[in-house]
């Protein structure tokens, strides 16, 4: 068993080790994925009901049509597999103060274990390792053991989940102007969210409801999950003029068999395989990235099926990338110079998304995490 200093260590090194996938086209620069959006059509709260939303269709020739997202149902086939993200999102905001008294602001970024983590810190003063922050009052307390490039290593000393549980906010995202309230807490959650350990929501998810899930698999659609904690560098701007310089942040994942086992089935029955939003994408193409696809090992096995993985991934996709796994994708609308904007384009092209987020905008779609929706039927 590991002492607390070993623990130490490996909470303020963890993310030093995660591997990089380099995935970009050399001569993009962040201006090929700008766009300007009114700031109205920025979504401040979810719709009434989940299954209230829009949905933008790209069809196979790039075609996009206006439908609701109550049509996504016909707009799939029997045998095909929707995979989702069975993540869940923690109350990672915590507020509290530093030894002398300085107000600071924790965002859990990574768990390592029932007491160790990962977080963001925000202080007018950056603590030290070796010293402690407080907070609910003073009644938790938690010492700074290290330091990995923006996150401080942080040892409590009580169970994280239960300390968060009780004192956490909802993590909403930066743009979103209001303070979190109980609503959130059940509307930034998918209801399928089970393995607790995201900081933002796979928002793509937040559209289905357990009636639209019944639905699809009526309508003889599979489903299965995968699971990528969503850390809070999804919504970290891209720094640098040329997207290739770009290194993306680490977010774990993991490929279980029972998902390898369905997407060789719906290969074998001509389905396909369509992951619901660029976190189960990322998780896909990460396993057959970093892990390996089945043909690799056996070459009468069904092709373009991952073997099961589980790792962090910095997996970055834009134009150019090759797609080893998907089919499809059910997404949100994204950030302008947003490295997920990078992935959709990679999937549809540029010149195809910049048209359908530029109808988009002219047709008063909701934007970001609680706005509409986009189905991606790649050529």
């Known amino acids: 068993m590991k002492d607390p200093q070993a623990r130490d260590v490996e909470a303020s090194q ?3 080790h995660a591997q990089s996938v380099p995935a970009t086209a050399p001569n993009f620069t962040l201006q090929d994925f700008d766009y300007h959006l009114p700031s109205e059509l ?12 829009r949905l933008l269709h790209i069809d196979s020739q790039g075609q996009y049509h206006d439908r609701q997202f109550i049509d996504f149902p016909s707009l799939l086939k029997p045998n095909d597999l929707l995979v989702f993200n069975n993540t869940k999102v923690i109350k990672a905001r915590l507020y509290g103060q530093k030894a002398s008294g300085g107000k600071l602001e924790a965002l859990i970024e990574r768990l390592i274990d029932d007491y160790h983590a990962l977080a963001h810190l925000r202080a007018a003063k950056a603590p030290k390792p070796g010293s402690t ?58 209801v399928y969210a089970k393995d607790p350990g995201a900081v933002a929501a796979p928002t793509a998810g937040l559209h289905f409801d357990e009636a639209m899930l019944q639905t699809l698999k009526e309508l003889g659609i599979h489903s299965c999950y995968v699971t990528l904690h969503v850390g809070a560098g999804t919504f970290q701007p891209v720094r640098v003029e040329y997207i290739k310089d770009h290194i993306m942040h680490a977010e774990r994942y993991r490929v279980d068999a029972s998902v390898t086992e369905a997407i060789a089935q719906t290969r074998r029955l001509g389905g396909r395989v369509i992951a619901v939003g660029t976190t189960s994408l990322r998780a896909l193409e990460s396993a057959a990235s970093q892990g390996g696809l089945l043909q690799d090992q056996d070459p009468q096995a069904p092709q ?21 796994v998907i089919d499809g994708l059910f997404t949100n609308f994204h950030l302008p110079q947003s490295t997920l904007l990078m ?17 988009a905008i002219e ?17």
């Open 14 to 16: 963890h993310l030093a």
């Open 42 to 53: 920025i979504a401040q709260s979810p719709a009434k009901q989940r299954n209230q939303s």
């Open 133 to 190: 922050v407080y907070f609910a009052d003073g009644q938790i307390q938690a010492m700074v053991t290290g330091r990995e490039d923006d996150l401080f290593a942080l040892r409590f000393t009580q169970p994280i989940l239960d300390i968060l549980d009780q004192y956490g906010h909802v993590p909403l995202p930066p743009y979103i102007e209001h303070d979190d309230d109980s609503s959130d807490e059940q509307r930034y959650q998918t």
């Open 304 to 324: 373009r099926c991952p073997i099961p993985h589980s790792d962090d991934t910095r997996l970055f996709i834009t134009p150019g990338y090759q797609f080893k």
């Open 343 to 359: 992935l959709v384009s990679a999937l549809a092209g540029i010149d195809t998304i910049k048209q359908a987020y530029a109808h």
């Open 363 to 379: 047709a008063r779609y909701r934007f970001f995490s609680y706005g509409d929706a986009m189905f991606i039927e790649p050529r």
